[in-house]
């Protein structure tokens, strides 16, 4: 009888013993398993931030592309969206109309343009007759070419073009 006591005593013992060590074992395994994951989002983390990085020279090539070859045609240039907000023009816009660089900015609506440029002394007549014949040609789909008397005594030809997104050039 002692010998099975003993026996028993002995087994309860290695089997609380097995039960650690598993338990170890679990628990190195599951450290192990977050800690290849620790590296692996590392991995991807820093993958991703050399992509944005690269991505971000790129975009800064092709916008400096961009604005060397608008800024060095012979054409004044402006672009507005279809809500008739000014998204970009060229320098060249400004020199051949005479604009003050500080004078018009990206966003500013098509009246507003034509308010400061009236207020400036650049341009003369009726701005709003002008805006609004424009606007209705837009909206036929119609390209406009007209020709514009500065205040200077220079007369400049303009062309309106309706672009796929409702803008225009």
């Known amino acids: 009888a002692e010998l099975c006591a003993a026996g ?6 290695g089997s609380k013993e097995f039960k650690r060590g598993l338990m170890r074992g679990a628990v190195n395994s599951a450290l192990l ?3 290849m994951a ?3 989002l590392f991995v991807i983390g820093g993958m991703i931030v050399l992509c944005a990085r690269q991505v971000g020279v790129r975009l800064n090539k092709q916008r400096f592309k961009l604005d060397t070859a608008l800024n060095n045609m012979s054409h004044g240039l402006c672009m507005f969206d279809a809500c008739g907000r000014l998204i970009i023009h060229n320098v060249r816009y400004l020199e051949i109309v005479n604009i003050p660089d500080n004078l018009i900015v990206p966003g500013c609506t098509v ?3 034509m308010n400061r440029m009236k207020e400036a002394g650049i341009v003369n007549g ?3 007759q002008d805006i609004a014949s424009l606007m209705a040609s837009l909206a036929f789909g119609k390209t406009t070419q ?6 200077d ?3 400049i030809s ?7 997104d409702g803008g225009w050039v």
């Open 8 to 13: 028993m005593v002995m087994g309860v013992a």
């Open 33 to 35: 398993v977050f800690g």
């Open 38 to 40: 620790a590296l692996i």
């Open 111 to 113: 009246p507003e343009l």
């Open 126 to 128: 009726d701005q709003y």
């Open 146 to 151: 007209s020709l514009s008397e500065l205040k």
């Open 153 to 155: 005594g220079r007369i």
């Open 158 to 164: 303009v062309m309106n073009r309706l672009l796929p």
